[in-house]
């Protein structure tokens, strides 16, 4: 299947850390991008957030002062779902609750012609799940971008028991011309990542509540001796204490409580306390 030709409106739901990243990616590939999110005025700071990013890279003399126009031309903030109708990929990234998620897929298909993608950026959820009980849902998948989006190479799409072959290929193939490495997987709770992912953190959080050493060393070992880009800890402060924790949540639950994924109550109560990581300025790290 030929990937979505850059005339091709892209609408992204959640002008979050993910969001906003994802517009910047299709809008970097030359398509017109619609940004909605609930809370006001969030779409137009994510906007604002990709220009001043994209700054950076004119300051170090990687792209032109043009090219920042042209992109963050191409995105526009938009003030209901009823905006996004005429899209023809919707990507949501919005807050991981299958029933929020739900909610707004039946929304989309409301208002959406026939041949939109629906996709969604979930890290855990199930797409059989989220398709469940729409007219069609087929036309759903998963599109799981990395964080952050513009930087990361490796795309999951995922295909729920309804997901048409052809609707799967055609995501594949747009996110490979968007300059990604998409692989196929099936809706698994965690998919292949964030399964694979969930015992790097936990064992973290284990050696942090058993008082092996703080998270700056154990960050630093990981790093320097383990080979990693990230330790456990800076690096759940970058994805965010409540995603992280949520995608622990529902790997967890998914599994009937298998214990190799149990939640920790450290990270439960960095949720309580709002310390989320780099989006709220402290997590196990203080950015402010
Ligand atoms: P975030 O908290 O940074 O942003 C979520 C945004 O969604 C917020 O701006 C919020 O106002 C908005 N929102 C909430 N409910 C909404 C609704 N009903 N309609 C429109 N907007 C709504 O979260 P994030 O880190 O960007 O994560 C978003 C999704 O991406 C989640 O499903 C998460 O699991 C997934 N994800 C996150 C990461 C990560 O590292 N943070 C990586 C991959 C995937």
Same mark, same amino acid.
């Given at each position: 299947?030929?990937?979505?030709?850059p005339?091709?409106?892209?609408?992204?739901?959640?002008?979050?850390?993910?969001?906003?990243?994802?517009?910047?990616?299709a809008? &970097?590939?030359?398509?017109?991008?619609?940004?909605?999110?609930?809370?006001d005025?969030?779409?137009?700071?994510?906007?604002?957030?990709?220009?001043? &990013?994209?700054?950076?890279?004119?300051?170090?003399?990687?792209?032109?002062?043009?090219?920042?126009?042209a992109?963050?031309?191409?995105?526009?903030?938009a003030?209901?779902?009823?905006?996004?109708?005429?899209?023809?990929?919707?990507?949501?990234?919005?807050?991981?609750?299958?029933?929020?998620?739900?909610?707004?897929?039946?929304?989309?298909?409301?208002?959406?012609?026939p041949?939109?993608?629906?996709?969604?950026?979930?890290?855990?959820l199930?797409?059989?799940?989220?398709?469940a009980?729409?007219?069609?849902?087929?036309?759903?998948?998963?599109?799981?971008?990395?964080?952050?989006?513009?930087?990361?190479?490796?795309?999951?799409?995922?295909?729920?028991?309804?997901?048409d072959?052809?609707?799967?290929e055609?995501?594949y193939?747009?996110?490979?011309?968007?300059?990604?490495?998409?692989?196929?997987?099936?809706?698994?709770?965690?998919?292949?990542?964030n399964?694979?992912?969930?015992?790097?953190?936990?064992?973290?959080?284990?050696?942090?509540q058993?008082?092996?050493?703080?998270?700056?060393?154990?960050?630093?070992?990981?790093?320097?001796?383990?080979?990693?880009?990230?330790?456990?800890?800076?690096?759940?402060?970058?994805i965010?204490?409540?995603?992280n924790?949520?995608?622990?949540r529902?790997?967890?639950?998914?599994?009937?409580?298998?214990?190799r994924?149990?939640?920790?109550?450290?990270?439960?109560?960095?949720?309580?306390?709002g310390r989320?990581?780099?989006?709220?300025?402290?997590?196990?790290?203080?950015?402010?």
């Open positions: 299947m030929p990937a979505l030709s005339s091709d409106i892209i609408a992204v739901i959640g002008a979050g850390a993910m969001g906003a990243g994802i517009a910047q990616v809008a &970097q590939a030359g398509h017109p991008v619609r940004l909605y999110d609930t809370r005025g969030a779409a137009q700071a994510g906007i604002d957030g990709v220009r001043h &990013q994209l700054e950076k890279r004119v300051a170090r003399g990687k792209m032109a002062q043009d090219e920042v126009e992109i963050v031309a191409r995105m526009t903030p003030a209901s779902l009823a905006e996004l109708a005429d899209s023809r990929l919707v990507v949501e990234a919005i807050v991981e609750n299958l029933e929020v998620k739900r909610g707004v897929f039946a929304e989309l298909e409301a208002l959406c012609g041949d939109t993608l629906l996709t969604s950026n979930t890290s855990s199930s797409i059989t799940s989220i398709a009980g729409l007219a069609r849902p087929e036309r759903v998948a998963g599109l799981h971008f990395f964080n952050p989006a513009p930087v990361m190479k490796l795309v999951e799409v995922i295909s729920g028991l309804a997901t072959a052809e609707a799967a055609t995501l193939a747009t996110a490979a011309a968007w300059g990604k490495v998409p692989v196929h997987a099936s809706s698994t709770p965690g998919f292949i990542v399964r694979v992912a969930r015992p790097f953190y936990a064992e973290g959080l284990r050696l942090l058993e008082g092996a050493a703080d998270p700056a060393t154990l960050d630093a070992l990981l790093r320097q001796a383990g080979g990693f880009r990230m330790g456990p800890f800076e690096l759940m402060d970058l965010g204490h409540d995603v924790y949520a995608v622990t529902s790997v967890f639950d998914a599994y009937y409580g298998d214990t994924f149990e939640p920790s109550l450290v990270q439960q109560a960095l949720v309580e306390a989320l990581g780099r989006k709220s300025g402290l997590g196990f790290y203080d950015y402010r």
